[in-house]
Structure formats: C-alpha cells, structure tokens
C-alpha cells in the first residue's frame, strides 16, 4: 500500500482507509476527498509542510476547511517565523507527492503540530500517502504515531 498505511499495520494501530477516484482538475485535495467521500469538511485534515527561520522542516496538519496560521506555527515550535517550504523540498523531505503527503511514514521524522480542533473529534481524515486515499483515525493515534503536539495552529 503506502508507507503510511504500513507504519499504522504494523503498530497494530486502529484505522480505517478510505479511496475515491480523485480527479486532477481538482483545486482542493482535502475538500475533494470531503466531498467524494461525503464526509463533514471539518473531520478532514491536510498536511503541509513550513520552514523555519533555521531551516528545520515543520509537519502542520489542519482542517482543510482553513488555512496554516504560520505565527501560530512557529510560536508552538518554538520559532522566530515560519514560511510554506517549497513543494520539492516538502516532497524530498516526506517520500510522498504534494496532495497525497501523510504525516504518517514519512521518511524523514519531522516535527509534527496538529491542530487543537482535531482534539474534540472522535475520528479525524489525513492523508493515507495518496492523492485519492484517505486514513481515517483517532486523533490520539495520530498523534502517537506522528509524535505530533496539539497546537491551536489552524484559522
């Protein structure tokens, strides 16, 4: 399958995985997989990469429904500032194609913020290592195997 769907198999972790036929015209990979899934947008993260003043890569996963606040970002990290990192950077770093990124198996271990909203739900949607596959998961298990930190990071 994809990296990420093979990190979750083998913790015995609980999970589920959803696909679509997903459609490259498409303008918004996480609201496509929302509606192709017929799912509430606000259940569905994206996973974006920053970088900071120093150069270290950031996993920031929101809603797909808002966008990164990027001073929220770098103040949970500990940072000066923070910037978008460039799609190939972004690409070299996790192993995977910008729209199909997971915050999950990534080749690199990056530090990973989720955002605080994702707490109060009792299953989230991120990316399975795909564009057109989607992982669906608690939030805590996210989290544990992403070592990521609840931040309220997302607008």
Avoid: W
Wanted: net charge positive.
């Amino acid at each position: 399958m994809t990296p990420a769907i093979d990190l979750l198999k083998k913790a015995k972790a609980e999970f589920r995985i959803h696909s679509y036929e997903h459609d490259p015209k498409s303008a918004s990979y996480g609201l496509e997989a929302a509606d192709k899934l017929g799912l509430d947008p606000a259940q569905v993260f994206k996973t974006l990469l920053a970088c900071t003043e120093k150069n270290e890569l950031l996993v920031a996963i929101v809603p797909v429904t808002g966008s990164l606040d990027l001073k929220a970002l770098a103040q949970a990290a500990g940072a000066k500032k923070a910037d978008m990192a460039d799609p190939a950077v972004a690409q070299r770093a996790t192993g995977y194609l910008v729209g199909g990124i997971s915050p999950l198996g990534q080749k690199k271990r990056l530090r990973t913020f989720i955002d605080a909203s994702a707490q109060a739900l009792p299953s989230m949607y991120v990316s399975a290592g795909r564009r057109g596959l989607e992982v669906e998961l608690a939030p805590a298990v996210l989290a544990t195997h992403t070592s990521g930190i609840f931040a309220p990071i997302g607008r």
